[in-house]
């Protein structure tokens, strides 16, 4: 092959090159959770805390394609409680402040849902 050192050696280089972002931010270890507001009332979430962290977003899809989709209202949690399907009757009851909670970690992770296209946006208690 022509120059297969030279070409070796810049796809290493293009490599490292990419993907320096991507291993600085492991390396760094640097990414904290922002800290939210919680309700300040100690009622019960729809799931456990740590579920809803990391998968709030896809039960919302899922309660989305239910209650449109399917016309079931009605969610049964892992503890075998029933909940209404309801962004705004269900979670914006405790979570009525968007900048104080959703924001937050949106923001922080570049994520902007599109939750308030159809819903109203809550401005939290006065």
Not at 5 to 21: K, S
Not at 80 to 95: A, D, R, Y
Request: glycine content about 4%.
């Amino acid at each position: 092959m022509y120059n297969k050192t030279y070409v070796l050696a810049g796809i290493i280089i293009f490599v490292a090159l990419f993907t320096t972002p991507f291993w600085t931010g492991i390396m760094s270890g640097s990414y904290q959770r922002p800290a939210v507001q919680l309700p300040a009332n100690e009622k019960e979430c729809v799931e456990p805390v740590e579920y809803m962290r990391a998968e709030h977003m896809q039960l919302l899809n899922d309660w989305r394609d239910q209650a449109l989709r399917n016309e079931a209202r009605v969610y049964v949690s892992s503890t075998g409680k029933k909940w209404e399907i309801s962004l705004q009757n269900t979670c914006l009851k405790c979570h009525n402040n968007t900048t104080e909670f959703c924001d937050k970690c949106h923001i922080s992770n570049s994520v902007y849902p599109y939750c308030w296209t159809c819903h109203i946006e809550p401005k939290g208690k006065k």
